[in-house]
Antibody, heavy 118, light 110 residues
Framework: QVQLHESGPGLVKPSETLALTCTVSGGSLSSFYWSWIRQSPGKGLEWIGYVYHTGITNYNPSLKSRVTMSADTSKNQVSLELNSVTSADTAVYYC????????????WGRGTLVTVSS | QSALTQPPSASGSPGQSVTISCTGTNSDVGGYNYVSWYQQNPGKAPKLMIYEVTKRPSGVPDRFSGSKSGNTASLTVSGLRAEDEADYYCSSYAGSIPVVFGGGTKLTVL
C-alpha cells in the first residue's frame, strides 16, 4: 500500500522560506507525477505544482515565481520550497500522487499545517 | 476565486439522489476527459471518488457516478447515506496549467 508522509516546520516567519518533504513508502517515485496541493483554513484546494520522477516540474502560474520542487529517487522523497512567504501562505500542505499529470490524485498524504507568523 | 465553479452547498435525504455540478470552460472541463471528484471529510485528506469523468477507483461504491456535458461535469450520489456527508471537490486537467480545482460543495444529508 502506497503511503505518503509530509514533514517540515509547522511555523515559518514572514519573508522566509517554507520547506517541506514528502516521503513515499510502499511504492516508487518512478512513472508518477508528485503534486503539492494546499488548503487554507476553511477554504478550497489549490494546486501548487508537480514534479515528475525525472525532475521535470510544472508550477501554478500564480505561485511560479516563488516555488521550487525536486525529486530524490534514492530517498523516495519529493520536496517543496516556497519562498518569501506571507500569512496568505498559511495552509495545510498535501502531497499527492498523480499517475498521468492530469489531476488524477489517487494517493494523498495526511497533510501538514504550516503557519506563517512572526 | 476558483477556476471551476461548484455550488457551495447541496443536500438530500437518505435514499435520495443528489447531483453536484462543476462548470469550467473549453480550456479545461470541456476540452479534456480528465475530470476528477474528491470527497473530503473534516480534518482528513481528500479521497479520489471519480476520475476521467466516469471511472471509479476500486473500493468506491457504485452509488457514486460521474458525467459530463459540454463545459459542465457532474457528480451524482444515489441512495444517499449519512456517511456521504462531506465536502466534494472537482478538478480538471487544463492543458498548460495543468490542474484546476473547483471551490468545493458541502453535501448535507438531511
Amino acid at each position: 500500500q502506497v503511503q505518503l508522509h509530509e514533514s517540515g516546520p509547522g511555523l515559518v516567519k514572514p519573508s522566509e522560506t517554507l520547506a517541506l518533504t514528502c516521503t513515499v513508502s510502499g511504492g516508487s517515485l518512478s512513472s508518477f507525477y508528485w503534486s503539492w496541493i494546499r488548503q487554507s483554513p476553511g477554504k478550497g484546494l489549490e494546486w501548487i505544482g508537480y514534479v515528475y520522477h525525472t525532475g521535470i516540474t510544472n508550477y501554478n502560474p500564480s505561485l511560479k515565481s516563488r516555488v521550487t520542487m525536486s525529486a530524490d529517487t534514492s530517498k523516495n522523497q519529493v520536496s517543496l520550497e516556497l519562498n518569501s512567504v506571507t500569512s496568505a501562505d498559511t495552509a495545510v500542505y498535501y502531497c499527492a500522487r498523480d499517475n498521468m499529470g492530469a489531476s488524477n490524485f489517487d494517493y494523498w498524504g495526511r497533510g501538514t499545517l504550516v503557519t506563517v507568523s512572526s | 476565486q476558483s477556476a471551476l465553479t461548484q455550488p457551495p452547498s447541496a443536500s438530500g435525504s437518505p435514499g435520495q439522489s443528489v447531483t453536484i455540478s462543476c462548470t469550467g470552460t473549453n480550456s479545461d472541463v470541456g476540452g479534456y476527459n480528465y475530470v476528477s471528484w474528491y470527497q473530503q471529510n473534516p480534518g482528513k485528506a481528500p479521497k479520489l471518488m471519480i476520475y476521467e469523468v466516469t471511472k471509479r477507483p476500486s473500493g468506491v461504491p457504485d452509488r457514486f457516478s460521474g458525467s459530463k456535458s459540454g463545459n459542465t461535469a457532474s457528480l451524482t450520489v444515489s441512495g444517499l447515506r449519512a456517511e456521504d456527508e462531506a465536502d466534494y471537490y472537482c478538478s480538471s486537467y487544463a492543458g498548460s496549467i495543468p490542474v484546476v480545482f473547483g471551490g468545493g460543495t458541502k453535501l448535507t444529508v438531511l
